[in-house]
């Protein structure tokens, strides 16, 4: 396993540990990931689900369905995890998930993530 697939499994839920975390069931889980509301990837039959889409008190973030549909089509999750926890100089230094956590203006993640598209 490489250090990035490792990184991506320890940082990941499954659909039963995201479902016990917002206290839904694994279908409604399912439909949240189908419709974008969640981040995941898919692998063996299964989806892992990046723990950096959750606040500190376990409940997702807030706009998250805006922050994902701006990410570019061509980022898979180890992508998505790897912007949500990075520290970006035009957010303050904090990482997207840190900002959005704090309640900060969703649109300027996006506006970030929107220039992503654009390199």
């Not at 396993?1 to 479902?19: I, Y």
Request: hydrophobic share 45%.
């Amino acid at each position: 396993m490489t250090a990035a697939r490792a990184r991506l499994t320890a940082e990941h839920l499954d659909a039963f540990e995201v479902a016990d975390l917002l206290e839904l069931g694994v279908p409604e889980v399912n439909w949240l990931f189908i419709r974008g509301d969640l981040a995941g990837a898919e692998r063996d039959g299964k989806v892992a689900y990046p723990r950096s889409q959750f606040t500190d008190d376990d409940h997702r973030l807030p706009g998250l369905h805006t922050v994902l549909a701006a990410f570019p089509a061509s980022y898979g999750a180890l992508d998505v995890q790897t912007v949500m926890t990075s520290p970006m100089e035009e957010l303050d230094g904090k990482s997207p998930r840190e900002w959005l956590n704090d309640k900060l203006p969703i649109d300027r993640v996006v506006e970030l993530l929107c220039e992503l598209t654009l390199t």
